[in-house]
């Protein structure tokens, strides 16, 4: 089974700083595209930032300068440093990843998007 495991987020003040990391675990071959997703109340989910397999990345122009996304393939593993948090930034984090698991039993090689639970960042003085 394919999991992703966040950590961090949590309650920070204005101009504060927090990190989230996500962790895949299972029985996976590749990892093409990691990202972290946000969602306010009675917002949709929206992109915040994703990064390739090679290293490329792309941000919402709102957290542009602000945020920063790394990942170390070794550890399968996707990082998202928040700088100047905003209240504006106060949702729930969504760790997305685009993963290829090794087949099952119907020996399908299949791409899959698979999600994190979750975690709430709040920004508040």
């Known amino acids: 089974q394919v999991q992703l495991v966040e950590s961090g987020g949590g309650l920070a003040q204005p101009g504060g700083s927090l990190g989230l990391s996500c962790a895949a675990s299972g029985s996976i071959f590749n990892i093409n595209i990691m990202g972290w997703y946000r969602q306010a109340p009675g917002k949709e989910r929206e992109l915040v930032a994703r990064v390739t397999s090679d290293g490329s990345t792309k941000y919402a122009d709102s957290v542009k300068g602000r945020f920063t996304i790394s990942r170390d393939n070794a550890k399968k593993t996707v990082y998202l440093q928040m700088n100047s948090l905003k209240p504006e930034d106060t949702a729930v984090y969504y760790c997305?990843?685009?993963?290829?698991?090794?087949?099952?039993?119907?020996?399908?090689?299949?791409?899959?998007?698979?999600w994190g639970q979750g975690t709430q960042v709040t920004v508040s003085s």
């Open positions: 997305g990843a685009d993963i290829m698991p090794y087949p099952g039993a119907s020996g399908l090689w299949e791409m899959d998007d698979y």
